[in-house]
């Protein structure tokens, strides 16, 4: 696992971005809730390989927003694409069906169940002892393994230690390969590093750069500026349910970022 | 703690604990202490009730009497299954007499295997044998049927007291009757001994069921009685619901007369101020006493055990004054 | 010679190996005080109880794990062969149907539990506290305040409850352990199992990775009601008789096998194993308090403090267990 990309990956990433399709888009997605209307002409499109920053405080319609992507609700109008074709989701489970996974902030791992246990959950392997359908542990223990120690976590000893025993940062890294390992084409992040360290942090941000290099495209929520900025390729921000502004990070600081939330210094405003 | 000690030190104290059983099974003898004097388990119904407190304090007095080692055990919450899983465990402890409380024919198994294993067996408490060949019978092993008994007639005293109540009745009265334990068998022996001599009489009777405890026993009789106002008369067929009948009565001025089938000290004092009218006093004390002392002269002495009426006294305020030292130096 | 150490490791870092100790020296302990222990008589009160309360309590186990309790098995317990011994005695129907009556009323009544507890929002604590009243009166009206007694041929009553040979050891023994095999099979080694112990985790972590968590907790409150159903009924088969006092606090006995062996009253961490070492644990308090002839009083006292103290060890077993770990990198 690298934590740069090197020029020629890049490059060749760069052009294969190009001419990809979003993987998810949305065109001018509006959602009313009974007589009052919450979104209003939302574009957005996260491209294979992005990481996108959603900000915007709480009531902007942030949620409602991610709520659409996930499958919870529908558009009330505008259309919702997956990798150019339109879908409607109606059902989370839809959603996560064609690999659009969430990883919260704290409800990614139970702590008191085994790491392998944790990996698969929902999608554990089985095999057959005659007319049963038991759960081929060794196979599951063994990819695991595999997977984790990609990660080079320091903590990490066996597939059969309570998730407990890695730290926060580590769990979230484990999420995060878990929902890669699966097929995850979209991954959101909500608030990830909020309750970490700086070297957790850096975990997590590294397992962030793997799920990049691979194509997924990535939304990336949270209210402190200091941990979009340094991630996100691009960050919306949204307000009173529109899409306030798309700024690139190399555009914006981090300050000028955060007073534009805060709405204190207009800056630039695409 | 126990994963701060090494893997070795966890392997030592499971070593130790291996090593303990072994040793013990060899053959370290620790019971020899009573070896000498005779021991006698007594399986009683339950532990709360003053009635089977009664019943435990008899058959200790026995013990110290007559020179034997005696223990009482009853389940916490009164239940054939309880009693049948003590009598079994008792059993295994190989003591020389057992007494049992018949209750029904869950108790048959354990009473046959002390029978087998050499144990003295008698029964105490409950007569299940009366009425043999009515349906239901707890048993017709003769091994069972003709072992002793000390204790009361349920159904009999059911007819007695009803007899002494009816003179506090007129013709065509109606009486509430409560029964606290729904699920004993030998309250409703009482009830149907009550039946047999209250329904040709005339007497139209209810029954409602009540818990052990007395105070919600009488906020129902209380009820009952508000929302019955003709009601005549009250019996309760064991304390906790004769006793907070008779003293509901007593508060409310009522003139209602009050029937009981046990007398513990609360009782006595109702007696007394003429709450409760007239009670039946099977002496619980004694029937464990006698169950005690039946094993007692089989094991030492090799006498048969005898069958005892406890008694079918009835009490009244006439003659309560002789019962009550009685049942205030425990023995009630 | 290493999978054996991975092997011992596993061992010593199990659950089930307090409660296993325990029970070794509980046994040690009342086998030095009086060397009868290991007598037949014995060893039928030991497994009877033993199996009683343990058969309910890898039912409430399996439940708790999942996040959820049922108090209502007390009166399941009583409930079930009530209803069974009514269809046989008073209906005369068939044993087998009666039988299969009465379990289908447990599945249903624990299905209710569920339905009200998942849909209606109230924590299970409560619902199955209505429900042990509301069975408790159904007993005492069913019954009358009589027993239930069936003392007839019958090829059901000896599978229930009969004894095994002439050996000290009854039916329902084999069903415990069958019963404890089956459970352990399923919580451990199956895919129902790891949803079962994803349920047991809050905020819906389970959900979110497509778990069908109410599906989950609904089929194990039915799960629990009929096992408890069915300990009654091994019960009848042993006695022949049913009041409707029996299985009285059994939810609570449960509760502390269940605790006892090492499953968390917080859902998640549980063992099935833990469960029926704790049952083995009760059986031989109760009936090794008899045999030394304690004072009958003791025995619900200790059964408090065996609870406290198998409590107090989980729980820093736990967290010693979990420093320990985070405090260790490779």
Known sequence: MS???????????ASAVAAQAPVIELRDVCKDYGNTRVLYDVNLSIMPGEVVGLVGDNGAGKSTLLKIITGYHLPSAGAVYLAGRPVRFSSPAEARAVGIETVYQDLAIIN??????????????????????????????QICNEELSKLGLTRFRSPDEPAASLSGGERQSVAITRAMYFGARLLLLD???????????????????????????????????????????????????????????????????????????????? | MWTSITMRGRAAIAGVIVATLLASTIGVEKQTAHASAPTI?????????????????????????????VIYQAPAVASTAGMEQLARAAIAAKPQGLAIDYTDRGMEKVTLDA?????????????????????????????????????????????????????????????????????AFVLTLRYQGLQRVLAPAGIKTTLIPGGADEGNNMSLIGAYLQAHPDTAGVIGLGDPAANPAATYIMRHHLKVPVAAFDVDSEALHLIQAGALTVALNQQPWLQSYHAVQNLAFKIKYGLTPVNVDTGTLIVDKSNVGNLVNVIQSGRG | MDTLRLLGRKIVRARELGPLVGLVVMLSIFQAINPLFFTPNEMTGLTTIAASVGIVGVGVTFLMIAGEFDLSVGAMYALTPIVMGKLLTTFGWNEWLSFAAAMLLAVAIGFLNGLVTLRLGIPSF????????????????????????????????????????SSPFYAALIWMVVITAVFWFVLERTRYGNW??????????????????????????????????????????????????????????????AVVGGTSLFGITGTIIGTFIGALLLGTLETGLVLIGAPGSLYTSLIGLILIIAVIINVRLDRLYTLRMRRAPK
Request: net charge positive; with cysteine.
């Open chain 1, 3 to 13: 934590d740069a990309v090197t020029p020629a990956t890049a490059s060749s990433a």
């Open chain 1, 112 to 141: 008191e169940l085994s790491l392998w246990r944790n990996f698969f959950m929902g999608k554990e392997l089985r095999r057959n002892l005659g007319p049963l359908r038991m759960l081929d542990i060794p196979r599951m223990r």
């Open chain 1, 191 to 270: 608030e990830p590093t909020a309750a970490l360290s700086v070297r957790e942090t850096r975990n997590v941000l590294a397992s962030i750069d793997t799920a990049r290099g691979q194509g997924l495209g990535i939304v990336y929520i949270d209210h402190n500026m200091a941990h979009v900025h340094p991630v996100a390729d691009r960050v919306v921000l949204i307000e009173h349910g529109r899409v306030a502004a798309t700024l690139k990070r190399g555009d914006v600081s981090v300050a000028e970022l955060s007073d534009l939330v805060a709405r204190t210094h207009p800056g630039q405003v695409q």
């Open chain 2, 41 to 69: 388990y007594v399986i009683g119904y339950e532990t709360q009730n003053p009635f089977w407190q009664a019943e435990k304090r008899g058959a200790e007095q026995a013990g110290k009497d007559f020179g034997v080692n």
């Open chain 2, 115 to 183: 029978l087998q294993a050499g144990i003295s067996v008698v029964l105490y408490n409950n007569n299940r044998f009366e009425n043999t060949g009515a349906p239901g019978s707890a048993t017709t092993n003769p091994l069972i049927t003709g072992l002793a008994y000390s204790g009361q007639n349920e159904h009999n005293s059911g007819a007695v007291l009803a007899r002494a109540f009816l003179t506090y009745l007129k013709a065509g009265a109606k009486v509430l009757i409560m029964n606290p334990f729904p699920q």
């Open chain 3, 126 to 165: 409560i619902t199955t506290l209505g429900t042990l009243f509301i069975v408790n009166g159904m007993n005492l009206l069913l019954t009358s305040g009589q027993q239930v007694e069936y003392y007839g041929t019958s090829t059901l009553f000896p599978i229930l409850g009969g004894q095994l040979g």
């Open chain 3, 196 to 257: 079962t112990f994803a349920a047991g985790g809050r905020g819906g972590i389970a959900r979110a990775v497509g778990v069908p968590v109410t599906r989950v907790k609904n089929i194990n409150f039915c799960i629990t009601a009929a096992l408890a159903g069915f300990a009654g009924c091994t019960e009848f088969g042993y006695l022949g008789s049913v009041s409707s006092g029996q299985g009285t606090q059994m939810e609570l006995y449960a509760i502390v096998v």
